[in-house]
Structures are given as C-alpha cells and as structure tokens.
C-alpha cells in the first residue's frame, strides 16, 4: 500500500513530460492517489489527456488560473464527481519574457508586476479559497513549487523573484489561517531543471552547469525527486508539517562559497 492510498489529489501546471508537475503525478498515483488534472488551454488539453491515462485517470479540465470562472468550476466538479479533495499541487508560474532577463528596473511595469503575482502567487491563494470547503475533515493538504531566487538574487529571475516571494509568504500565511481546520500548507523550492518553462530562457545550460559544481550532491535534481518529496509532503507522514518551504535542491541553499 502507498503512502497515498485513497487519496483525492488534484495536480495543475501539467504542461509536457518534463514539468515537474509530471514528476509529481508520478509519484503521487505510484503511492496510490486518485488524480484529476488540469490543462491551460485547448492546444494542451489531448497531451494531458494522455499523461493522466497513463495515471489511471480520465479526469482532467480546463483551468486558466486567471479565470475565476474556471477556477469555481474545477472545484464544483471535482465536489460532484468525488465530494471531497484530499490536497492539490500548484505548480504554474509566468512571467512576461522581458521581466525575466537584464535589468530588473528595466523589465519591469504595472501590468508585468500583477500579471506575475496574479498567476504565480494570488492563484495558490485562490485555489485553496475554493478547496477549503472540500478539504474539511480529512487531514488535507496542498503545495506549491517555489525557487531560491525568492529569497536571493539569481542573475535573471528578476520580477519571478518577487513573484516567488509572494507565493513563499501566502504560503506561511495560509498555513496559518487553514491549520486550525487540519489543513497544511507547504512549498517545495526545487533546484533549477530543464522544463519547458526553462527552455526559453537564455544561458540556462549554464546555470545548470554551475549548479552542479556548487551543490553538495554535484548534480541537479530531477522531476522524479520533486515528485518524491511531494508525495511524503501531501501524506500523513508530514502531519506536522505546514507553513513549511523544503528545499529539494541537493543541498545548493547550504552552500555559502565555492
Ligand atoms: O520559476 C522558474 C521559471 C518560471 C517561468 C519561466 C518562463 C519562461 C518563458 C516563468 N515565466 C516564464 N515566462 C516565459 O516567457 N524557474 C525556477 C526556472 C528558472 O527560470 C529562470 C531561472 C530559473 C532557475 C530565469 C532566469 C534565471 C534563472
């Protein structure tokens, strides 16, 4: 028996078979989860489709975290389809190409800045607004995925950076306010890998490079990792655990020279 047997999780920001999203749909439906997916738009949808197939589920739908129509209807079905949720996965992020590469200052505007926070922080929060009533009485959990440059400065990350820290403190927050109705809250902040959200982004492979050389481990780590640890983290196992940001990162926030 896994260590999620029984459980009702649903996982958004399942976009290829790199996303970490993946990763953690894996491991969740390997330790005995009941998977609903979400997909962002129609190009994404047979692709999901078919990633959930192969996690025995033929439950998906469409959720563009800006829309609260969509948001309100993910959640109205998944109460008619299953009455409950035992926890969700957050794993979307974006910002606008030029907030995410050379100068902050000059990457930045009003309408990047709240686009960024809308989607990559405000969803978490909008997400378990809606959970909430469906989370009651069942040891229930949620996470999102974070990154270091929420707490440093990572030449580029820039306005995600921001973005980031928004999510990392709504998530201490919510622990907060959700832990007096057994509900936990935590983030995993993962080391750098190569997704489809990373692809774009310029002098990546060397980053990773870098990475490898200053981790304790002297690699990177894999979808499969993060997958692994938001298993245990979405589990009773972690029943103390909330308010929490875990590094999945071999060791590289450790280190402090080279
Ligand atoms: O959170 C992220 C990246 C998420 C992301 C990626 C993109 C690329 C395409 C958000 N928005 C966009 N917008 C796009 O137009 N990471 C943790 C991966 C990442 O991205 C970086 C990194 C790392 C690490 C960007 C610059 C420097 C380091």
């Not at 929420?150 to 921001?162: D, I, T």
């Not at 927050?173 to 959200?197: C, F, Q």
């Not at 774009?200 to 490898?212: A, C, D, H, P, T």
Request: charged share 20%; glycine share 8%.
């Amino acid at each position: 028996m896994g260590i999620l047997a029984g459980k009702k999780i649903l996982v958004v920001g399942l976009a290829s078979n790199r996303s970490i999203a993946w990763g953690c749909a894996k491991a969740l439906h390997e330790q005995g989860a009941e998977l609903v997916f979400t997909y962002q738009n129609e190009k994404l949808k047979g692709r999901v489709e078919d990633m959930a197939a192969q996690c025995g589920s033929n439950f998906t739908m469409p959720l563009d975290v800006t829309s609260d129509e969509q948001m309100a209807e993910v959640f109205t079905e998944i109460k008619n389809q299953w009455g409950g949720l035992d926890s969700f996965i957050h794993a979307v992020a974006y910002a606008p190409r030029e907030a995410l590469e050379g100068d902050f200052l000059e990457g930045i505007s009003r309408d990047a800045f709240s686009l960024s926070h809308d989607i990559s922080a405000y969803s978490y929060a909008a997400m378990a607004k809606a959970a909430r009533p469906l989370m009651q009485d069942r040891n229930a959990s949620m996470l999102a995925m974070t990154y270091l440059g929420a707490e440093r400065v990572v030449p580029n990350y820039n306005l995600m950076g921001a973005a980031k820290a928004s999510l990392e403190a709504t998530t201490r927050y919510m622990a907060s306010s959700l832990g007096p109705e057994n509900i936990r809250v935590n983030a995993i902040s993962a080391g750098p890998i190569r997704t489809l959200a990373a692809s774009g982004i310029s002098g990546f492979k060397e980053m990773l490079k870098s990475f490898e050389g200053a981790a304790p481990l002297r690699r990177c780590v894999t979808i499969e990792e993060v997958g692994n640890a938001s298993a245990f983290l979405l589990s009773d196992l972690a029943s103390a655990i909330t308010g929490e940001i875990m590094y999945v990162d071999a060791g590289f926030n450790t280190v402090g020279m080279v």
